[in-house]
């Protein structure tokens, strides 16, 4: 299998925390494929343009983070179940990611094009995910999960492109989640480069 990554996509960066977890690293190739490049083979794995996707053996490819996260696990048979607050808390990790992600975009146009409006709207969202996840990240059943997975890598990339964000503010259990994950050498080996 080709996992088609990018070292600052915080998408790939799940999987490939997930790929060195399930201990799937001989059997999924990591290839470099910038989105904004618009790389031959991302594109034709996928058109929409975007990282990640994954080309599995027989040449077919899937996209979207969560649909390939669950797919890996199968293939090292660990299936994700039925616990739909695990489902339901990586969601919400996963929109984080998606908030944090949208308002780095707003913040790299050219200032004429710069909207205050998008920025602050990402912003509170993104405060409103914090505030809801912090008692909640206490209840984690499993630390290894896919959503305290999913919530730490979300954090690190408030470190990484939103510091100002100060997420540790009053929130402990999320601090300790995250500490748990930096401690990890899936974690630190996938970590983006500090000056990208
Ligand atoms: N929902 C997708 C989001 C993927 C995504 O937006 N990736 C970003 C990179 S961090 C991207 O490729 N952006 C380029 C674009 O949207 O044109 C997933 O979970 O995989």
């Known amino acids: 299998m080709k996992l088609l990554v990018s070292d600052t996509s915080p998408y790939a960066r799940k999987c490939r925390i997930l790929v060195h977890e399930l201990g799937l690293g001989d059997r999924v190739e990591e290839v470099d494929a ?83 409006y998008w920025i602050g709207r990402r912003e509170r969202g993104i405060a409103r995910a914090l505030d809801q996840l912090e008692p909640e990240a206490a209840g984690l059943s499993q630390p290894l999960g896919f959503a305290g997975l999913t919530i730490a890598v979300a954090l690190d990339y408030l470190d990484f492109r939103y510091p100002e964000a100060n997420w540790r503010e009053a929130r402990p259990h999320l601090i300790a989640l995250h500490g748990f994950w930096s401690q990890r050498e899936s974690f630190a080996v996938t970590r983006p480069p500090a000056d990208a």
């Not at 899937?62 to 390939?68: G, P, R, W």
């Not at 984080?96 to 992600?101: G, M, T």
């Open 34 to 116: 910038h989105p904004f490049q618009d790389g031959e083979i991302l594109l034709e794995a996928n058109p929409l343009g975007r990282v990640l996707a994954l080309i599995m053996d027989d040449g077919r490819a899937l996209t979207e983070s969560l649909l390939i996260g669950t797919y890996l696990a199968a293939q090292a048979d660990q299936p994700w179940g039925e616990d739909w607050d695990e489902w339901r808390l990586q969601t919400l990790g996963s929109g984080l990611i998606d908030l944090a992600v949208g308002r780095r975009v707003e913040m790299v146009r050219d200032e004429a094009l710069y909207s205050d």
